[in-house]
């Protein structure tokens, strides 16, 4: 799975941009737990190391490591500002695998930021379901499986900001009652009809736009192509033909000379 803080919030720089709503701890929880719940993480390449870095010409330097190790070169490097599939092949300086300089494969100025190195770039996260995520974690999302991702993550960080805003009133945090149909303020009542805009089946994931999307995108995925079956031309064709009111009227699939169409198949 490719999708990082840094990603998502670059992707959704003015809905989820604010640290003190959507702290990073919260965004990388909920990250984290698509990795499991969709399981879209499986099979993907393991983390290895996150650090504090910045890239000018060929040059990578590692400021602070936050996790793991840069000993196992090459590895793929991640940020907002890296380019795709910008490698680190070799310690240049400081002590092995932890902070220093380290030589990239593409020349590129990126400032100070947050980025992740991980093993092996010829693969992606994926499941049978999802597909697979796009290698790096630049931005736009590239795959189905990315796009899942944001929206998930985006409907839990909603649903979890009102659970804080309720705990800071003093209410219970996590109480939910469905989706809001009418309000009332000074003794103007407002009742709206959601029928239109309430996606059926979709239940706690119509609490937000970005739940309504992840369910649209979950029915896509799961979706099919559907036969309606071959059955007999229309009636003037038909006669033209000298065929007759044979066959059935279901769907036709065209007129194929010589051949009339049944239920079955074909006969000649």
């Known amino acids: 799975m490719t999708v990082t803080v840094a990603s998502f919030r670059k992707d959704f720089p ?79 300086t400081g002590t092995q695998g932890g902070p220093g300089t380290y030589r990239v494969s593409i020349a590129a100025q990126v400032a100070a930021e947050g980025m992740v190195a991980l093993q092996s770039g010829v693969q992606s996260g994926s499941n049978p379901f999802w597909g697979s995520s796009s290698l790096t974690a630049n931005s736009p999302p590239a795959t189905k499986a990315d796009w899942a991702i944001e929206m998930w993550v985006a409907h839990q960080l909603v649903i979890e900001k009102q659970a804080v805003e309720a705990a800071q009133r003093g209410g219970d945090p996590g109480t939910r009652i469905g989706v809001v149909t009418s309000k009332s303020v000074d003794g103007v009542s407002v009742s709206f009809d959601v029928s239109s805009v309430v996606e059926e089946g979709a239940g706690y994931y119509n609490q937000t736009v970005y739940g309504q999307r992840f369910w649209r995108l979950l029915k896509a995925a799961t979706g099919g192509p559907i036969q309606v079956g071959v059955g007999a031309p229309p009636l003037p064709f038909m006669f033209f033909n000298g065929w007759g009111l044979t066959g059935s009227y279901n769907a036709w699939g065209g007129p194929f000379p010589g051949v009339a169409p049944s239920d079955t198949g074909f006969s000649g």
């Open 14 to 92: 003015q809905e989820f941009g604010s640290l003190s709503a959507y702290p990073d701890t919260a965004v990388q929880y909920w990250i984290s737990m698509a990795a499991i719940l969709l399981g879209i993480d499986v099979g993907g390449p393991p983390k290895v190391c996150s650090f504090d870095g910045s890239v000018a010409g060929n040059v990578l330097t590692v400021a602070t490591i936050d996790f793991g190790s840069m000993s196992l070169l090459p590895l793929l490097l991640t940020g907002t500002g890296v380019p795709d599939n910008e490698a680190v092949t070799a310690q240049l």
